[in-house]
């Protein structure tokens, strides 16, 4: 009867030590994020408080601890001098690979981001800083959400007949195709992207259009990603040939918010309405 007794403790003891249930989740409380789109993804998760410094770029929200930390040339010692239990690093950053080991080096923890390609990877990295941080519930449920808002303005405005437009990211012309994040946005609204023909010209999605390729593609739209600093219709028409636009004799021009459409946090919704406002009353 002892040894019975005792074989079931022990049992019962081994049960309590390595049920996963038992054990203890290390939750991090001192977070340093070098990434705009992650610092936003953290607040809508209700991890803010977690928050002690994010990169100079992460002004929204307006709560967030913005420091004079870079997300593109992020500096080991001057993370590390925050004593973070966790850094959210793009893996796109200047030597990303050695920062994140020198960081680990020191004992911080390291998520590495990736940019996304889509709504699927956006979503999924919403999900994953939630199981990282501690918020996986609010994650999903974030997600979730995002997906029902997005929806409904697509079906609510996509158009029936196909309208062109031009990206513009800068004045010398440099575009984004379908294959990119901010053209898959474009493409669910049933937008034709002129730069998609030059694809070729650049494997990242990114080619740089000659000014004759634009005027003879004639699109109805043109998004500036370029307005903040100084393009609009007025700079537009001044350009040669480009008067005779289709977008620019209907006026149908439009600026792009500051920073909305390169980030891929629950402000994605914010834009995909943006767009949907912009492109309404287009035929």
């Given at each position: 009867?002892?040894?019975r007794?005792?074989?079931l403790?022990?049992l019962?003891?081994?049960?309590?030590?390595?049920?996963?249930?038992a054990?203890?989740?290390?939750?991090?409380?001192?977070?340093?994020?070098l990434s705009?789109?992650a610092?936003e993804?953290l607040f809508a998760?209700?991890?803010g408080?977690?928050?002690i410094?994010?990169?100079?770029l992460?002004?929204f929200?307006a709560?967030?601890?913005?420091t004079?930390?870079?997300?593109?040339?992020?500096?080991?010692e001057?993370?590390?001098?925050f004593h973070p239990?966790?850094?959210?690093?793009n893996s796109?950053a200047?030597?990303?690979?050695a920062v994140k080991?020198a960081l680990?080096?020191?004992g911080?923890?390291?998520y590495?981001?990736?940019?996304?390609?889509?709504l699927?990877?956006?979503y999924s990295e919403?999900d994953?800083?939630?199981a990282?941080?501690?918020r996986?519930?609010?994650a999903k449920t974030l997600?979730?959400?995002m997906k029902?808002?997005?929806a409904?303005i697509?079906?609510?405005s996509?158009k029936?007949?196909?309208?062109?437009?031009?990206h513009e990211?800068?004045n010398t012309?440099y575009?984004?195709t379908?294959?990119?994040f901010?053209g898959?946005?474009?493409?669910?609204f049933?937008l034709?992207?002129i730069?998609d023909?030059a694809?070729?010209?650049?494997?990242?999605?990114?080619p740089?259009?000659q000014?004759?390729?634009?005027?003879?593609?004639?699109p109805?739209?043109i998004?500036?990603?370029?307005?903040?600093y100084g393009?609009?219709l007025?700079t537009?028409?001044?350009?040669?040939?480009?008067?005779?636009?289709?977008a620019?004799?209907?006026?149908?021009?439009v600026?792009l918010?500051?920073d909305?459409?390169?980030r891929?946090?629950p402000?994605?919704v914010d834009?995909?309405?943006?767009i949907?406002?912009?492109?309404?009353p287009?035929k």
């Amino acid at each position: 009867m002892f040894k019975r007794i005792a074989a079931l403790s022990a049992l019962i003891f081994c049960t309590i030590i390595f049920s996963p249930s038992a054990q203890a989740v290390s939750i991090p409380e001192r977070i340093v994020c070098l990434s705009p789109s992650a610092t936003e993804d953290l607040f809508a998760i209700g991890a803010g408080a977690q928050v002690i410094a994010v990169d100079d770029l992460s002004t929204f929200p307006a709560t967030a601890p913005v420091t004079k930390l870079s997300a593109f040339n992020p500096n080991v010692e001057a993370i590390a001098a925050f004593h973070p239990d966790l850094v959210i690093l793009n893996s796109t950053a200047t030597k990303a690979d050695a920062v994140k080991s020198a960081l680990e080096t020191l004992g911080i923890a390291v998520y590495f981001e990736t940019a996304p390609n889509n709504l699927t990877e956006a979503y999924s990295e919403i999900d994953g800083l939630g199981a990282k941080v501690g918020r996986s519930t609010e994650a999903k449920t974030l997600v979730v959400n995002m997906k029902k808002q997005i929806a409904s303005i697509i079906n609510k405005s996509r158009k029936k007949k196909a309208i062109t437009f031009f990206h513009e990211l800068d004045n010398t012309l440099y575009s984004a195709t379908s294959s990119t994040f901010i053209g898959r946005v474009y493409k669910d609204f049933n937008l034709a992207n002129i730069a998609d023909k030059a694809s070729k010209a650049d494997d990242a999605g990114y080619p740089q259009l000659q000014s004759e390729y634009i005027i003879k593609a004639n699109p109805s739209v043109i998004f500036l990603a370029d307005a903040e600093y100084g393009e609009s219709l007025a700079t537009i028409k001044k350009r040669a040939g480009w008067s005779k636009i289709a977008a620019v004799t209907k006026k149908n021009i439009v600026s792009l918010p500051a920073d909305i459409p390169s980030r891929w946090g629950p402000r994605l919704v914010d834009f995909y309405q943006f767009i949907a406002t912009a492109i309404a009353p287009i035929k």
